[in-house]
């Protein structure tokens, strides 16, 4: 069973930047289209980014430009870099991984919070 391991939050000011990471476990890493989603309180799950086997990159319009997502198949990590933070951005955040419409895995979420 492929577990995922999110890492990265924290607490960051209005216009700060967070990098989160997910390591996942088992040797198929490189086959899953992996994404990050993330919930608000009160809100549902939302889909932030994917990433997909051959690095085609996917983003919800709230991020673009202001989110990258990236993968290192060799530590079998994702990441997702997130930049000019806005207070809506609060969530926690949680790694995905899919095999075409099967979800594979879920994170436990990492809490992300952007306040002054």
């Known amino acids: 069973q492929v577990q995922l391991v999110e890492s990265g939050g924290g607490l960051v000011t209005p216009g700060g930047s967070l990098r989160l990471s997910c390591v996942a476990s088992?040797?198929?890493?490189?086959?899953?289209?992996m994404a990050w989603y993330r919930q608000a309180p009160g809100k549902e799950r939302e889909f932030v980014a994917n990433i997909g086997d051959i690095r085609r990159k996917n983003y919800a319009d709230s991020v673009q430009g202001r989110f990258t997502i990236s993968r290192d198949n060799a530590k079998k990590t994702l990441y997702l870099e997130m930049n000019s933070l806005k207070p809506e951005d609060t969530a926690v955040y949680y790694c995905?991984?899919?095999?075409?419409?099967?979800?594979?895995?879920w994170g436990q979420g990492t809490q992300v919070t952007v306040s002054s």
């Open positions: 995905n991984a899919k095999i075409g419409a099967n979800n594979i895995a």
């Open positions: 088992g040797n198929r890493f490189s086959i899953y289209t």
